[in-house]
């Protein structure tokens, strides 16, 4: 399971991926002086076009990966691994990650689709690693000021 | 040029929504269709499949029986054993409802973005519609016509 899991998941990835490179080369190439344009259209879109036609393959296979996400995160929570406000918030990132790709994309076109899910995707992450970063530090925090309690109680006194 | 509603055009437009769905079947045959595959799985379909359905029928019913020939100084409509011509002189503008993401270098994420068509309006506000089930280059064939003008609204869900 883990290995389709790694592989769908690896398919959203791409896909952001690919249209990084892709927005990265139309950046360049429109950075360079008109000269050194010209006459090179047939090379740029040679090495452009075949990275589309592959996204075009990977959008509906990041979807689908979204959906197995989703399945296995279900599963997660019924076995007690994730709490349901984790499970909501996985499937919640996942279908906000398909609806921001496909309205950036319906407007802007080009690769800046595929480039904002992927974005909104790395944020629920982030924003998952943030929580568990601050429950962390919120629970160390506490054990600290505990002992410190404890120890005050006990008659001991800092020592300045 | 003639267009017309064909097999192909159909099959064409609809093929992001034949791969989501053969993908989502598969990841919930790899779950064993259990009941929560299934009721997630489907939540995702009507959330990002069965739009693109109700757009297909939509774009279907308006063109049905339609015959149009795309000239450049005039459109001609066959409808109903009934023929209307629209010369260029007559046509105050036309706008393209299509996807950013349909265009070169994009990326369509769900099988709605594969649903844009040509409105056309005459001088006396009547609209004409030419959807891509009748032309999946209807966008482009629309540009033979001659002193018209073009305009293009983008969006992910183009209801006609």
Redesign the interface.
């Known amino acids: 399971m883990g290995d389709l899991d790694a592989l769908l998941q690896g398919a959203g990835t791409a896909e952001g991926v690919i249209g990084g490179v892709q927005l990265t080369m139309l950046e360049y190439r429109k950075a360079l002086p008109s000269a050194s344009k010209l006459g090179t259209f047939g090379k740029f879109s040679s090495a452009y076009r075949p990275l589309g036609a592959f996204r075009r393959v990977l959008g509906p296979i990041g979807n689908a990966g979204t959906l197995f996400s989703g399945i296995q995160d279900y599963n997660s929570m019924q076995n007690g691994e994730i709490s349901a406000g984790r499970f909501a918030w996985r499937t919640g990132g996942g279908l906000a990650s398909i609806g921001a790709s496909a309205y950036i994309g319906g407007q802007f076109g080009g690769p800046w689709g595929a480039v904002a899910g992927t974005g909104v995707g790395a944020g629920v992450v982030a924003g998952e690693m943030g929580y568990d970063g601050f429950m962390h530090w919120h629970s160390e925090t506490s054990k600290g000021l505990g002992n410190i309690e404890k120890a005050l109680q006990g008659g001991w006194m800092p020592r300045w | 040029m003639v267009i017309k509603q064909t097999f192909y055009n159909h099959l064409k437009t609809l093929s992001?929504a034949i791969?989501?769905t053969v993908?989502?079947f598969?990841?919930c045959w790899?779950?064993e269709f259990e009941k929560?595959?299934v009721v997630?799985?489907l939540c995702?379909y009507a959330?990002?499949v069965v739009p693109s359905f109700f757009l297909h029928i939509s774009y279907y019913i308006r063109n049905k029986g339609t015959t149009s020939e795309i000239l450049s100084d005039r459109i001609i409509i066959y409808k109903n054993q009934k023929e209307t011509v629209i010369r260029s002189d007559e046509i105050k503008e036309i706008v393209v409802y299509k996807?950013?993401?349909m265009?070169?270098?994009?990326?369509?994420?769900?099988p709605?973005?594969a649903y844009f068509f040509v409105r056309i309006y005459d001088n006396s506000n009547k609209k004409y519609e030419l959807t891509c089930l009748m032309d999946t280059n209807i966008d482009k064939t629309i540009k033979v016509l001659q002193g018209v003008e073009i305009f293009r609204e983008?969006?992910?869900?183009n209801m006609v």
Do not use: H, N, Q
């Not at chain 2, 983008?154 to 869900?157: L, V």
């Open positions: 992001i791969i989501t993908l989502y598969g990841v790899y779950f929560a595959a997630m799985g995702y959330l990002t996807s950013a993401s265009d070169r270098g994009g990326i369509p994420i769900t709605m973005e983008k969006g992910f869900f």
